[in-house]
């Protein structure tokens, strides 16, 4: 009882007398749960209202039916209303249509439309039926009839009774708003049409996107779903909610699970604070320690006064975190929406929910991270012999047991180990491993690399003193860096990390956007090009249009390209198909080829070939030489995977095909986009009014590859905009930390200050020493943090982004930018340790020589 | 919440509802296909009139009867089978294209339950899933059918979930053609009629699933088929509805239409007896006198469940099987009427068993 | 070389410590204060060091007037003209034991030549290279005792140098302290609360609220 209220008493007043530091270490901890719990909270609301919007869309349904190639006869829908075993067939008709009005926004001019028959859906997803006007009661049935969601009608900007345009292939047809839906989810944007009307209006008679189905009372699910699964063939797959669930996480889980990753780098960064905060605090206290051993406390008493220590902070912070993470997840969906604007999560309006579990599981890493963070540097301390302690000059020898090297060269080969590892379930988590290994080891290595470094400048620096050359002060800077290592380098553990991994992020941000700006101006080598909404499953543009674009005068090149969207795996989510004129000798010239590729004269005879994305040989394993089945038209077919080519645009995957071989097996001679290269006497202006003179020029959607490429740097910037805020509130963190290490020091030393002062040293010539200390020490860590950053770069680039997103990329180092971070944060370094300084030239530093500590 | 959902269905009703009530048509209809009218001195033919007239607006098969299980247990029992049609363009090529309805409703009355079971269905006709074929009667709502035979007997199911009906209807006379040769006047104006024809004395034999027993009954059934593109009058506010099944083997079917205030508008009653021979009571001869009401605790509304109805001079009294046989489905078509088994007496006599129908006693049918 | 004239000084709380002291020492003269605790001793040394500045009077060093001057002036001086020994050794544990004893010539700009010398003189020779957490209690305040005399300063001031050894170190100490305050010609001021180490000055006196006394003339009271 006496021992406990004594650790109490102990804490407290060691409390009081650094508060500042604790502050500092606590907020460190608190930013880095906020982080990782505001952007768990932010993606698990977006994921969840996407997942929730998604299945709003598909129903209470048991099991749905897709075609593998997207749309489907509807004939099927009879037959399986019939069919043994269900209850309810429900035809769905899913598209989406081009708004003409939101042409100019790229990515964002398409309205999702759902064809239902309304007395189906009523029984399988009531809360898509449309809510007519009262006088107007038969509108559900009407032809002409579309009903929006609210967001929806707020994004088209109209109201009940207005008519709604929308392009159809060349063509464009006037809906009217009918009314909105029985209950639509916040921002979700979509439209309800009849069935009948949807099929006759957008040209997709006798076509169905899928069909949801309800199952009699009693029928097992897996085994009707195998019996009916096999029935149905290839063409189609039969999904059940939970598979779609699987698919809608698919989408997102590499974004996700990264960003996840990177929040709890930010955690990391706080628990190197923490350790560096405590490791000093307990330097600072090894005296007062070993008083209270020799009063008799035991190792476990002192033990568990310094474990309650980290238990205390750590609970503070990570619940000051979970607060101030709640708060901030709140106002960037609020601002940012919920994909923190990358486009993972397009048309949603998510709201946060508060899980339980989740935030227990923050807090429990929160205080963990501080627990670890505080109990290492205590080990030693608690250890010490009293005796050793007493003496002067013991605190340094109090770290060198952290500084033993071959935990941290034990952490440094694991870590280049878990670089060799395969991913688990797609995911990189030996690569994110691999970076904490490293970021420990080279940390943890930090002591040894400041000795060889500055004990290579004292032995200059001695050369001096026998000349005569060389005032005291810097004597004094060099001897303490090279011999007093361990206390530096925990000083600079927090801003390295932080530094480390900033640099890394910005390796990576640059060399993949160098490589997709690369890589656009080879996927976009036209001048121009010029899209038409499809019209049913069919291309916007027919035989008629094709030609009278090839006749147009002023272009020195026209190809056609048919685009359609394939299911290869109903747990994943769909593939991209591409039919187009390609240079079957030099496929290089049409594709960002890379890696190994079949010549022409090896392609089999009987097979067509096929040029795959990264993703496919990641995802579906198709390597080159592969034969694989592609269902083209109504049919699989055979094709060789002959080459593989680097996209940046689909993660799920997507392959690339002669448009010839595409129209030959599947009778669509249809195309959705003409690329037009300008002859060389042609002027922009020129081209686009000999566009705008085409007979169908209303319907087209003219786009200059500038435009696209600049659109699509853009879209990049802004779904990187949240790895530079983690970045910069990283670095601040470290820099509080370095704030928090100094400041401690230059307490811990102010009897060295008050002895300095009495033989003669100035206060400019202490303020000095102490900027000239921070200085060399930041400019160490930054040369050290630059090497474990490029390191961890390279895991990023070549690792965590091929082994998430399926696609590699090479390496760009952002010098300018480097260097810009670099000077910063020297600076802010020495202004930091002059800040401290103020302390070490204070009146009272004087009195301090008559101190013992 | 349930109220949205109440006013997407409820156009159901409308379309019922306005196939009765002439007002909202014209304006529902205003660029809508034009359909054909009814009109006098047409001759029905058969079997193609058994069969459906896609070229009305409305069309309906109705079966209305008294059941007894082998337990000598009496039930009442309604299939009706409506095929609207919808305005919807004619132009559109879709297989979806919602142009025709098939509605079915089913309900069982039985005294020892005490309200009205009762189950509906809506679907568009279409691929072969519902449908409501020419040429003879054939109507199909997915497991939902209404078939005639060439025979003449017709069979019908209708399985709901918690009750199911399999039936089998023999004609024992031949058909009754209301009005004036099967064209039924329903108002003053003589565009607002209907062809109308009645199969009396339907002796039914059959299965039913009920309170989870299936039960052999036996019994007699009345069928009317009736199409039409305008029936009612706009001032119309509802109508009553009885047909009878006397033990003498005569055939009585008798309506008249309300207006406001409870006015008859319009009135009609046919009486044939066992030989063929009819007589055709004009509107003026045709009284339905209340006698006794009963308020529905489900919507309000109240009903003359108990009725006399005057023929020239004679008197008809009605009792019900039992008082609550209100089909209340405002929470999906939105369709709200009594619908229910009734014994005929006349001179204090029971001398048959009918079915009576109110309609327009609720408020919220006043679209 | 050290005149006080009619110190007054004064902490916050109004507690008088030094009251119309005057004092003074001639040069080469080693003189021991002894007090009770809170006297003012320690108040008395920082004073004379430039450290703290009197309320009234006047602090002459070599006729200089020092508590007229700013930080940066007394500083130099402080750095040419003293030397220090304290309690608690306060030798820099990062640096050598020459590095230490080299301070103050670095900080002067002078040449550390003498650094060896002194060493040998401490009985430290050949131990230059060696870091402070090697020695013990009495070897470090030999090396602070090097320190204080390297720059041969006018005048060294020792606040208890031997409060944290044994007796038989501190007689050491105290006994080197003297030789080398003599050899290198400075004067000394040497506070301690032991009669035995005040006994190695050539006079001591006695701080008292009265101002300082002889300390024959305090025992007689």
């Keep these: 009882m006496k021992a406990a209220s004594l650790t109490t008493w102990l804490l407290l007043s060691e409390w009081r007398a650094r508060f500042v530091q604790l502050i500092v270490a606590v907020m460190a901890i608190a930013l880095g749960v906020a982080l990782g719990f505001s952007i768990h909270l932010i993606n698990t609301a977006a994921f969840n209202e996407f997942s929730a919007a998604s299945k709003s869309l598909s129903g209470q349904s048991d099991l749905q039916v897709y075609g593998t190639r997207g749309l489907f006869d509807e004939s099927l829908y009879p037959r399986l209303a019939q069919y043994e075993g269900v209850k309810l067939a429900n035809p769905v008709l899913e598209f989406t249509a081009i708004v003409p009005d939101k042409l100019e926004s790229r990515n964002n001019h398409k309205l999702r439309i759902l064809g239902i028959d309304m007395f189906r859906a009523a029984n399988m997803s009531p809360d898509l039926l449309g809510v007519p006007a009262e006088d107007k009661l038969m509108d559900g049935l009407a032809d002409d009839a579309i009903f929006l969601s609210p967001a929806a009608k707020e994004w088209l900007q109209v109201r009940q009774g207005d008519i709604l345009r929308l392009n159809v292939g060349m063509q464009s047809i006037a809906l009217r708003v009918a009314g909105g839906l029985t209950r639509a989810r916040a921002g979700q944007r979509v439209a309800i049409m009849d069935i009948g009307a949807a099929q006759w209006h957008f040209q997709y008679l006798g076509l169905l996107s899928r069909i949801e189905l309800k199952l009699d009372a009693g029928v097992r699910h897996a085994i009707f779903k195998e019996k009916l699964q096999k029935e149905l063939g290839a063409q189609f797959f039969v999904a059940e909610i939970v598979d779609q669930e699987a698919r809608v996480a698919n989408m997102s889980r590499a974004y996700r699970v990264n960003l996840n990753m990177l929040a709890l780098v930010a955690l990391f960064t706080g628990a190197f604070l923490v350790f560096s905060t405590q490791a000093l605090s307990v330097i600072r206290r090894r005296s007062q320690f070993a008083l209270l051993r020799v009063l008799g406390f035991t190792q476990r008493q002192l033990l568990r006064q310094m474990v309650m220590e980290g238990f205390v902070l750590g609970a503070i912070g990570s619940l000051a975190g979970l607060a101030v993470g709640y ?518 530093v004087i009195r301090a020589v008559k101190e013992d500590w | 919440m349930q109220n949205d959902r109440y006013k997407q269905y409820i156009f159901i009703a409308l379309i019922l509802l306005a196939a009765w009530l002439a007002f909202p048509v014209s304006q529902l209809l205003a660029e809508g296909p034009r359909y054909k009218q009814v009109v006098p001195h047409y001759d029905l033919t058969f079997p193609q009139d058994y069969g459906a007239h896609p070229d009305f607006r409305i069309e309906w098969w109705y079966v209305t009867g008294w059941l007894e299980t082998s337990e000598k247990k009496p039930l009442g029992f309604q299939i009706t089978f409506f095929r609207p049609s919808t305005g919807h363009n004619p132009e559109n090529p879709s297989q979806f294209a919602p142009k025709q309805l098939i509605i079915g409703h089913a309900a069982l009355s039985d005294p020892a339950v005490g309200r009205l079971i009762y189950d509906e269905k809506t679907a568009r006709a279409g691929f072969g899933l519902a449908y409501a074929r020419e040429g003879d009667t054939d109507v199909k709502l997915d497991d939902w059918y209404f078939v005639r035979s060439p025979d003449g007997s017709y069979t019908t199911e209708v399985q709901a979930d918690k009750f199911g009906l399999h039936l089998t209807l023999k004609p024992s006379q031949s058909l009754m053609l209301q009005g004036k040769k099967g064209f039924s006047r329903k108002g003053p104006d003589i565009e607002q009629a209907s062809y109308y024809y009645s199969k009396p004395h339907l002796q039914v034999s059959g299965i039913i699933r009920h309170q989870g027993q299936t039960l052999t009954v036996k019994g007699h059934a009345w069928l009317d088929h009736e199409w039409s593109s305008e029936l009612l009058d706009s001032r119309a506010d509802g109508w009553d509805w009885v047909s009878v099944n006397l033990d003498d083997g005569s055939a009585l079917m008798a309506f008249q239409i309300r207006g406001k205030n409870d006015k008859k508008l319009w009135a009609y009653a046919k009486l044939r007896d066992a030989n063929g021979h009819e007589i055709l009571f004009a509107p003026e001869q045709v009284e339905f006198i209340p006698v006794r009401t009963w308020q529905s605790p489900h919507t309000n509304a109240t009903y003359p469940v108990e009725m006399r109805i005057r023929t020239d001079k004679t008197e008809w009294r009605l009792m019900p099987l039992f008082d609550d046989q209100e089909l209340d489905s405002r929470s999906s078509t939105g369709a709200v009427y009594w619908e229910g088994a009734v014994t005929v007496f006349r001179d204090e006599q029971k001398v048959g068993r009918g079915y009576l129908e109110l309609t327009g006693y609720v408020e919220s049918l006043d679209l | 070389m050290l005149e006080l004239r009619y110190i007054n000084k004064a902490y916050a709380e109004n507690r008088q410590v030094l009251c119309n002291l005057s004092f003074a020492l001639k040069s080469g003269e080693y003189v021991a204060i002894m007090g009770e605790s809170g006297v003012g001793k320690s108040t008395l040394l920082n004073l004379v060091a430039g450290l703290d500045k009197p309320d009234s009077g006047e602090v002459l060093i070599e006729g200089i007037e020092i508590s007229r001057l700013d930080d940066e002036a007394v500083t130099l001086l402080r750095r040419q003209v003293f030397g220090f020994i304290f309690q608690a050794f306060h030798v820099l544990p990062h640096l050598t034991l020459s590095q230490n004893i080299a301070l103050p010539l670095l900080l002067n700009h002078i040449s550390d030549d003498r650094v060896n010398k002194m060493l040998a003189e401490v009985g430290l020779q050949g131990r230059g290279d060696h870091f402070p957490r090697q020695l013990s209690g009495g070897e470090l305040q030999r090396v602070a005792i090097a320190r204080a005399l390297v720059h041969r300063p006018k005048l060294v001031l020792a606040d208890e140098p031997t409060g944290n050894l044994d007796p038989d170190t501190a007689h050491d100490v105290l006994q080197l302290m003297r030789d080398e305050i003599k050899r290198n010609g400075a004067s000394g001021i040497l506070v301690t609360h032991s009669h035995a180490a005040a006994a190695t000055a050539d006079r001591v006196l006695i701080l008292t609220k009265q101002g300082l006394q002889p300390a024959e003339k305090v025992k007689s009271i």
Excluded at chain 1, 547 to 556: N, R, S, V, Y
Excluded at chain 1, 645 to 670: E, P
């Design chain 1, 327 to 844: 708060s901030f997840a709140a106002l960037a969906i609020k601002l940012l929406g919920g994909d923190l604007g990358s486009g993972f999560f397009p048309g949603i309006q998510p709201s946060l929910y508060l899980s339980p579990i989740a935030a227990l599981v923050y807090f429990f890493v929160g205080l963990g991270v501080t627990l670890l963070g505080s109990i290492l540097p205590v080990l030693e301390a608690v250890r010490a012999r009293p005796a050793v302690v007493l003496k002067p000059g013991s605190q340094d020898s109090a770290m060198e047991r952290l500084s033993t090297p071959w935990p941290a060269m034990i952490c440094l080969s694991a870590g280049i180990l878990s670089t060799q590892l395969p991913p688990i379930h797609e995911l990189p988590v030996f690569g994110y491993l691999a970076i904490a290994l490293l970021l420990i080891g080279g940390i943890s290595l930090m002591p040894r690399f400041a000795v060889w470094a500055f004990s290579f400048w004292m032995r200059i620096v001695n050369g001096f003193i026998s000349r005569g050359r060389l005032n005291a002060v810097s004597l004094m800077i060099f001897a303490r860096l090279a011999n007093a290592p361990n206390q530096a380098s925990i000083a600079l553990s927090g801003v390295l990390a932080s530094f480390s991994l900033m640099v890394a992020m910005a390796i990576m941000v640059l060399s993949f956007r160098v490589s997709v700006d690369n890589w656009l101006e080879y996927v976009l080598p036209a001048d121009l090009y010029v899209r038409a909404a499809d019209s049913g499953n069919q291309g916007g543009f027919q035989s008629v249009e094709q030609q009278i674009m090839t006749a147009l005068p002023g272009f020195a090149r026209i190809d056609f390209f048919r685009v359609q969207q394939l299911v290869l795996d109903p747990n994943r989510p769909e593939i991209t198909l591409f039919a187009r004129p390609i240079d079957n000798a030099n496929p290089g010239n049409t594709l960002p080829l890379i890696g190994e590729m079949m010549e022409q004269t090896q392609w089999p005879k009987d097979s067509r070939p096929l040029w795959v994305s990264e993703a496919m040989v990641d995802l579906y394993g198709y390597t080159v030489g592969k034969q694989v089945m592609i269902p083209i038209g109504n049919m699989l077919r055979e094709f060789t995977v002959v080459g593989i080519w680097r996209d940046y645009g689909r993660q799920f995957g997507a392959v690339q095909m002669q448009l010839s071989d595409y129209q030959m097996l599947s009778n669509d001679l249809s195309i959705n986009t003409v690329a037009l290269w300008l002859q060389s006497q042609t002027t922009m202006t020129d081209a686009y009014a000999t566009l705008q003179q085409l007979p169908f020029s209303d319907a087209l959607e003219i786009t200059q590859s500038q435009a696209i490429r600049a659109k699509s740097l853009e879209i990049f910037d802004r779904s990187f905009a949240v790895t530079y805020l983690l970045e910069v509130i990283a670095v601040v963190i470290g820099l509080l930390g370095v704030a928090a290490s100094f400041s401690a020091q230059t307490l811990a030393r102010k009897n060295e200050f008050g002895m300095l002062r009495h033989i003669g040293v100035t206060r400019r010539q202490i303020l000095a020493m102490l900027a000239a200390e921070g200085t060399l020490l930041t400019l160490l860590g930054v040369a050290i943090g630059f090497m474990l950053g490029w390191a961890i770069s390279l895991i990023l680039i070549f690792i965590v982004n091929p082994q998430s997103f399926h696609w590699t990329m090479q390496l760009h180092m952002p010098w300018s930018w480097l260097i810009l971070i670099a000077g910063i944060l020297l600076v802010s370094a020495s202004m930091t340790a002059l800040t401290a300084g103020r302390r070490a030239v204070s009146a009272n």
